[in-house]
Nanobody
Framework: QVQLVESGGGLVQAGGSLRLSCAAS????????MGWFRQAPGKEREFVGG???????YYKDPVKGRFTISRDNAKSTVYLQMNSLQVEDTAVYYC???????????????WGQGTQVTVSS
């Protein structure tokens, strides 16, 4: 069993930055793919970006060039650096672990509880 705990959410003005953290329990963190998702009010949960066990990253188009995902395997933590935030980025942000590196939504077996990010205009 893997437990994920997000932190770092909050209220920020448009154009500002936030860094989210996701701390994982367990010893196999370095072997997992990790992903970030978000869910805005009244909308379905959507994929934001992911980081493979190799450290390579991939992102959905709306956040490319603004968001950066990184990982620190020694700390079993994955980060989401969000710059140039827009009102449309307002959502609950979740991290998730993909033990098999499937890069499929259904491969994310473990989820955090989420952290709220609110961007004001």
């Amino acid at each position: 069993q893997v437990q994920l705990v997000e932190s770092g959410g909050g209220l920020v003005q448009a154009g500002g930055s936030l860094r989210l953290s996701c701390a994982a329990s367990g010893r196999a963190f370095s072997t997992y793919g990790m992903g970030w998702f978000r869910q805005a009010p009244g909308k379905e949960r959507e994929f934001v970006g992911g980081i493979r066990r190799s450290g390579s990253t991939y992102y959905k188009d709306p956040v490319k060039g603004r968001f950066t995902i990184s990982r620190d395997n020694a700390k079993s933590t994955v980060y989401l650096q969000m710059n140039s935030l827009q009102v449309e980025d307002t959502a609950v942000y979740y991290c998730a672990a993909d033990p098999r590196g499937s890069e499929s939504y259904f491969g994310y077996d473990y989820w955090g509880q989420g952290t709220q990010v609110t961007v004001s205009s």
